[in-house]
């Protein structure tokens, strides 16, 4: 794991480290629950020898108890960490950590001594697996192909809280949506502490080999004090656009394989959902209880080819989604996927235009998936078909959701080779084919590196679409088959003390990817962006970014829909702090007419003590009315408070205020709380209560047409999860709707209760 550049982030509009982040690949977007402060870039290959550490096979039986007891813990590290690479550069760290790795004939096996002396200090506490991000942790990262561009992280938290993810050098992400079967323990001692893990060998992918094997590798401690200190075994360049180019090596695996590693996953759902008949006085209709049998396979066909089979899945989330504000937007909103079946080797379809979204296939029937790497060559397959076809009907100055209540099948293939200097070459395909209805999209990207500070990205992107002529007529789109293109290309130069990028895209207005999320086409766009960058690792603030973007955004007909130029600054401060800020000026095109667009706006992030985080994102300036075509100015608060009681106890509430003004008055006052109360019992076991209140008050006088002058909406859910492992799983939750505020027979209506779920899911993973 390296610990990336905070991001820039300002409300609505693209910002210049968002922008670097969609562009390259190099400065990604991270995890939602992974930390984000400097990047941690490696030296090119070229560089100086790597360290290489021997790991010695073991016949001791070892239990993992963080105990650290048994003969292979009582010799020599391995290796220690003598790194503290942010915020200070690679300078040697206030804290001893020790590693000690062997491995017997099915596992490899990691232990941490994390020495402190203040041990009082450590942050720990207990969370479900990939959520511990916030505390202290350690882990490794293992390179088991050795090619510098994929690797498996392991970490743990003083606890045993487990987080497992995938890092890829291509796109630069960190995916922590991966999760595999290994065991780990935790606990906190009177000189720091010390953690136990045990990977199975058929739970990751290596080459089958003759003699011992060279792995990549590289292992951190995270320290959060009052600053956030990124601990590592090597030194990292600041100034290089690559990470696992910079690993050590790893030599002594031999005479183990990963196995065919065959999973059955049979999987039982049940649901009952009652709806209020004649709302909001009419009673409850009793629902019929909805249950199915599912199964999924996987095959391990080689030791990094997998194939997984469905037959009538569970593609079922049982997590809330985030609640999201959709007043006055010009294009949809996004909810990322959350499914397992979809979320396994999902960064190998990932491209800077998001041409694949698995969550657009709503209601598969059955699924099949084809995804793996050998040698240089990674391909990805997905089939399924689908009972529903979601469709995003996409524009220049809006995008329009609609769906056919008719089957399709759903296919996406994705093919690329890894080229020398961490460069890669792919295609891509998507297909949806139904009654009277087909998308096909192809595609072709490339991402060059060189000198470590150099990179090019080119995507281009043509479709070929036909809908219903029924929705086609509704929605103003063409009759019969239709097709298109686009293309985006970005050159970024990167160092240590600045950073540049120019982009150029353009898109077709016939461009489709109704397997994808593209809400905007018909546009070229030309884009420049600046930033230096200065470090003061002895002081109060450890890192200030200054930077400034410029963007012209037209359309094919030639009218401008958005040009504005911006400046900003950033920084890294005391108490875990960071803070973003800028200004920007121009005008943007809606329905016809041009309006000014000047704004301002503030984000930033505090930890002042161990249990409470907080953020602010914020924002004024001018803004369009879209219901009404008229100028505008909105305010937009959104502040997030995180209280972590103890060990067990974690409340967390999100608010986001937004309010809209016109000449005549003010146009409307929208809140969305988000409040959720989990306790976790163990690292396997959490009891969570999610309550979402939305309300929007107009001022429907102002409004060309009919508005509800008020709307309220209540969700609660409460989950009991118990999880094993990722795969034997049980889901015990109730949820339910509330409704009011809009008129009724020109009555308002109070908060009524609209409908209630009860839901019930358990998976049991089995292993050959």
């Known amino acids: 794991m390296r610990l990336r550049e905070r991001q820039i982030r300002r409300p609505h509009r693209q910002t210049a480290a968002a922008a670097l982040a969609l562009a390259l690949g190099l400065t ?53 960490l003598a790194y503290e690479t942010w915020p200070r550069e ?47 942790f350690v882990g490794v990262v293992l390179d088991t192909f050795n090619d510098e561009t994929r690797a498996f992280e392991f970490f743990i938290n003083p606890l ?46 290596f080459p089958r080999a003759q003699g011992a094997q060279t792995w990549g590798v590289d292992a951190l401690r995270i320290h959060p004090r009052d600053q956030r200190r990124r601990i590592g ?37 049940a649901s009952r959902t009652d709806v209020r008949e004649g709302f909001p006085t009419g009673r409850f209709a009793e629902g019929e209880v909805d249950s199915d049998l599912g199964l999924t396979a996987r095959w391990g066909i080689t030791p990094n080819l997998t194939f997984t089979g469905a037959v009538n899945p569970d593609f079922s989330q049982v997590e809330a989604d985030a609640a999201q504000l959709d007043v006055n937007t010009q294009f949809a909103l996004f909810f990322p996927e959350k499914r397992p079946f979809f979320l396994e080797a999902a960064d190998l379809f990932d491209t800077r235009v998001q041409a694949v979204h698995s969550r657009n296939i709503a209601d598969p029937e059955w699924g099949l998936k084809l995804t793996g790497k050998e040698g240089k060559n990674a391909l990805g397959l997905v089939v399924a078909e689908d009972r529903l076809s979601n469709i995003l009907i996409p524009g220049p100055q809006g995008s329009a959701l609609t769906s056919l209540d008719d089957p399709n099948t759903s296919t996406i293939l ?25 998308n096909r999209l192809a595609g072709l990207d490339a991402l060059f590196r060189w000198k470590g500070t150099e990179a090019v990205r080119i995507e281009l992107l043509a479709s070929q679409t036909e809908y219903p002529l029924a929705l086609a007529r509704d929605f103003g789109q063409p009759a019969g088959s239709f097709d298109d293109w686009g293309l985006r290309a970005v050159y970024q130069h990167t160092d240590r003390d600045k950073m540049f990028y120019v982009l150029h895209q353009d898109m077709g207005d016939g461009l489709r990817a109704d397997l994808g999320f593209i809400p905007q086409v018909d546009f070229r766009r030309e884009q420049a ?29 030639g009218n401008r829909l958005r040009r504005f130029a911006e400046v900003y600054a950033s920084g890294n401060g005391p108490f875990q702090s960071f803070f973003s800020t800028g200004v920007g000026g121009g005008d943007r095109f809606f329905d016809g007419r041009t309006f000014d667009d000047r704004y301002l706006w503030f984000f930033g992030e505090l930890r002042p003590t161990s249990w409470l985080f907080m953020t602010l994102d914020s924002s004024i300036g001018d803004d369009v009315d879209f219901a009404n075509t008229r100028a505008a100015e909105q305010v937009r608060l959104v502040p997030t408070f995180r209280f972590d009681v103890g060990k067990h106890l974690r409340l967390q509430l999100a608010h986001n205020w937004q309010r809209l003004e016109v000449d005549e008055g003010e146009l409307f006052t929208a809140n969305i709380s988000d409040l959720r109360l989990t306790w976790q019992f163990s690292v ?10 939305r309300d929007v008050e107009r001022n429907a006088g102002l409004y060309t047409q009919r508005v509800d002058p008020d709307s309220e909406h209540v969700f609660n859910q409460v989950l009991f999860s118990y999880k094993l492992n990722p795969q034997t799983v049980l889901f015990l939750g109730y949820a339910d709707d509330h409704v009011g505020g809009q008129a009724i027979d020109s009555r308002a209506v109070d908060l009524t209760q609209a409908d209630r779920t009860l839901f019930f899911k358990v998976g049991y993973a089995l292993i050959f």
């Open 28 to 80: 990604a977007v991270p995890a939602a629950a992974a930390p984000q402060e400097a990047p941690a870039v490696a030296a090119p290959a070229a560089a100086a020898a790597r360290p290489t550490y021997q790991i010695r096979r073991t016949d001791a039986e070892i239990a993992v108890d963080g105990k650290l007891d048994e003969a292979p813990w009582q010799g020599e590290p391995t290796f220690e």
């Open 90 to 136: 690679n300078v040697k760290p206030d804290v001893e950590t020790r590693f000690w790795l062997t491995y017997d004939s099915e596992r490899l096996y990691v232990a941490v001594q994390a020495l402190d002396p203040q041990p009082q200090a450590i942050r720990a506490r207990l969370t479900d697996r990939d959520q511990a991000f916030q505390d202290d």
């Open 160 to 205: 045993g809280v487990q987080m497992d993810l995938l890092q890829n050098e291509v796109t630069g992400n960190e995916d922590d949506s991966w999760d595999t079967i290994w065991t780990s323990s935790g606990r906190v001692t009177e000189e720091g502490y010390v953690v136990e893990l045990a990977v199975p060998f058929s739970s990751i992918r």
């Open 233 to 269: 075994l090597v030194p990292q360049s600041r100034s290089v656009n690559c990470y696992l180019c910079q690993g050590a090596k790893l030599v002594g695996v031999e005479g183990v394989s990963p196995g065919r590693n065959i999973e059955l996953d049979p999987t039982l759902t």
């Open 414 to 438: 994705r093919y690329r080779r890894d080229l020398s200097g961490a460069s890669t070459i792919g295609v891509l395909y998507t297909g949806r084919e139904g009654d009277e209805y087909h």
């Open 529 to 557: 962006i600046y930033e230096r960058f200065f470090y003061n690792e002895g002081g109060r603030f450890s890192r200030i970014n200054f930077g400034g973007q410029f963007n012209d955004t037209w359309d094919h007909d």
């Open 684 to 693: 396997r076991t959490f009891l969570r209560l999610v309550t979402q209140y």
